[in-house]
């Protein structure tokens, strides 16, 4: 246990003007450039890096999380105002979040993604300051059977959003997978795939994927559609109801079990390096809606789905940062960049960490308790301003969304070459949604595909073949079990929509 | 009710999943002959996947495509702006072709205002410029 001096120490370190003021700008910072498909936290974090080196450790690493923070709540902008995610966790929020914000909500859309992302946030927050170091040790006992099984499970949850059609739903997850073969494989490090084009030796680009399938197909539908009518980005009806402009007490604490669901899914899959705040959003957003009484308002604009989803990615966040604190090992790229901040101002991370540097660790943790609150605070005044910005024609707005994505995909993917793949992977997503292939599962069977094959053969050199030796791994038995217990409940459910939906 | 557009699309992935299986993967993907799982298995594995899901939804097809609603030809006009673009770009340079290509883009979308073609064409590509080479201090593509 650390002595009470030394947790008061860091939290009043925390409260200096000058941390507030770093914290606030990284907040601001963040959600401004999470807002900018393309760019998104990890790379503005990246980009602000240089710029912190003269700065005390504690601002400068209070700074980063703010940064990082405040890209979570923006990341959902464009996801809920324009259908455009700009990362893949978003891709989650916009399935509930455009729909409202197009029935003349966008303001309640809005908040309650960042209501329900604070709430993820600060949650994972907490579990990483009281229970980091027991989870850690938990963390440390996934090899690659439990993540395998762990995948495994995430597919069988997600298997609930595949839609009306079983064929459909498989061949796009096959044809996502299959993308994410192109480059090296993970076991004997041989090209596969690459056509002669030594910049997808590494694999495709993710921001390129994600972006053309999820941002740059919608952006291509929508100005394809507007025949000429020089309309408003978002319309949101001058003489609308109040209520419609905010979340009430009672619609966030109807969302608590949600919220609860997805703040426990970001949390355990956060504190697991490499999984990522993508498979968390989706889980937690398919998990409410097979958990929900009324499914079929899931796509329609449905606050669940918000909270849902915004609450398990922003939850990812803070315990990314259990392994990183308890043994110096980063559960994502944006934890990896925290690690560089450390170690450019001399601290080593690990498990001597809290014993070597606790007046720093509690001060991180009380700046990250202030970015909360700062994320809330500004957001509100962010959200107005974004969905004025949106409110311009949309002639205005998707010619300079697209060369914000051209210019984000450049930053991300390092060049001309990822943006022609983001255009290709457009195309390729334009055609998906047309003949009603679902792009969202696409995306995720790309993301995870990789883990799945790594681990896959990991597994079959340790298990040797031998199936029955998955009894000596109880974590991934259970893991296992759940995923056929999940996959029977959604053929229950689907069976019993089937049969109400027959005609008597 | 049949669906001949699932239908099509299922005999696409048919004829895609054994193109992929018998030319593709013994072309593109180097052969390795140890390991537990080889390069060319999982491709091999969504090939089969992709084959046998392709023909279920031949027999089987699902209701609901948006192909009819679809603006195709002023999305392959859009398409062909961007790619046209992007070849400038790579050859002149992101500052020379914003202007021109926003401003395509914006008459494409029908907008005629000297206003807003004025934001978006100057003032939207100096926000960029501002934003991404001189707050961020990166190069533009």
Request: proline share 6%; glycine share 12%; charged share 10%.
């Amino acid at each position: 246990m650390p002595e009470l001096s030394i947790v008061l120490a860091g939290l009043a370190d925390a409260f200096t003007l000058t941390n507030l003021f770093f914290v606030a700008m990284g907040v601001i910072l963040g959600q401004f450039v999470g807002a900018v498909p393309g760019i998104g936290p990890v790379m503005a974090m990246a980009i602000a890096i240089p710029f912190t080196f003269g700065l005390d450790t504690l601002v400068a690493v209070g700074f980063l999380m703010g940064v990082n923070k405040g890209g979570l709540v923006g990341g959902a902008i464009p996801a809920i105002l324009m259908n455009t995610p700009g990362t893949p966790d978003a891709a989650a929020t916009a399935l509930d979040g455009y729909p409202l914000a197009k029935r003349g909500k966008p303001l309640k859309a809005t908040k309650m993604a960042l209501f329900s992302s604070v709430t993820g946030d600060t949650f994972s927050d907490i579990v990483l300051i009281t229970v980091s170091a027991p989870l850690a040790v938990l963390a440390l006992r996934m090899g690659p059977v439990e993540v395998l099984a762990l995948i495994i499970l995430a597919f069988c949850v997600i298997a609930g959003l595949v839609g009306n059609s079983l064929s459909k739903g498989i061949i796009a997850a096959a044809l996502g997978m299959l993308a994410a073969t192109v480059g090296t494989d993970p076991q004997h490090a041989t090209p596969r795939f690459y056509f002669g084009f030594f910049e997808i030796y590494d694999g495709l680009p993710l921001a390129s994927v994600a972006i053309g399938m999820l941002a740059i197909a919608e952006i291509l539908r929508r100005m394809a559609d507007n025949a000429g009518l020089m309309k408003a980005g978002i319309e949101i009806a001058p003489d609308g109801d109040p209520a419609d402009q905010r979340v009430t007490w009672a619609e966030y604490w109807a969302c608590r079990y949600t919220l609860l669901r997805g703040t426990l899914i970001g949390t355990a899959l956060g504190a697991l390096p490499g999984i990522g705040s993508t498979a968390a959003a989706f889980m937690s957003y398919a998990g409410a809606r097979q958990a929900s009484q009324d499914p079929d308002s899931f796509g329609k604009g449905n606050l669940h789905g918000i909270a849902a989803s915004e609450s398990a990615n922003s939850a990812v966040m803070g315990a990314n940062l259990i392994p990183l604190l308890t043994l110096g090992i980063p559960g994502s790229v944006g934890a990896a960049l925290i690690i560089s901040a450390f170690m450019i101002h001399g601290i080593q991370p690990g498990p001597l960490l809290f014993e070597k540097q606790g007046q720093l660790i509690y001060g991180l943790f009380g700046a990250m308790i202030i970015a909360n609150v700062l994320n809330l605070i500004v957001g509100q005044i962010g959200m107005r301003f974004w969905i004025k910005v949106v409110s311009a024609p949309e002639s205005i707005i998707f010619p300079t969304a697209l060369l914000l994505c051209f210019v984000g995909v450049s930053l991300a993917s390092g060049g001309i070459f990822g943006i022609a793949i983001m255009l290709i992977f457009a195309v390729l997503g334009y055609v998906m949604n047309a003949f009603g292939f679902s792009v969202v599962i696409f995306i995720i069977a790309f993301f995870l595909g990789p883990r799945l094959e790594e681990s896959l053969s990991q597994t079959l050199a340790l298990l040797n073949g031998d199936v029955t030796a998955l009894m000596h791994y109880p974590i991934a038995f259970v893991l296992i079990v759940l995923a056929g217990v999940t996959l029977f409940m959604i053929n229950r459910k689907s069976r019993r929509e089937a049969r109400g939906k027959l005609p008597s | 009710m049949t669906n001949p557009t699932d239908r099509l699309s299922g005999l696409f992935f048919v004829l895609f999943g054994m193109i992929l299986f018998f030319y593709l993967i013994p072309t593109q993907v180097e052969t390795v002959e140890y390991g537990a799982i080889r390069p060319k298995t999982m491709p091999q594995i969504l090939a089969v996947i992709i084959g046998i899901f392709g023909a279920m939804l031949m027999i089987k097809p699902a209701d609901g495509s948006d192909l009819q609603k679809m603006p195709w030809i002023k999305s392959t006009l859009i398409v062909g702006i961007l790619a046209a673009g992007l070849w400038l770009i790579s050859h002149f340079g992101f500052e020379i072709i914003v202007a021109p290509l926003a401003l395509i883009l914006m008459l494409v979308m029908g907008e005629r205002r000297p206003l807003w073609i004025g934001i978006g064409v100057i003032g939207m590509p100096a926000l960029i410029w501002f934003a991404v080479t001189l707050l961020l201090q990166r190069p533009l593509p």
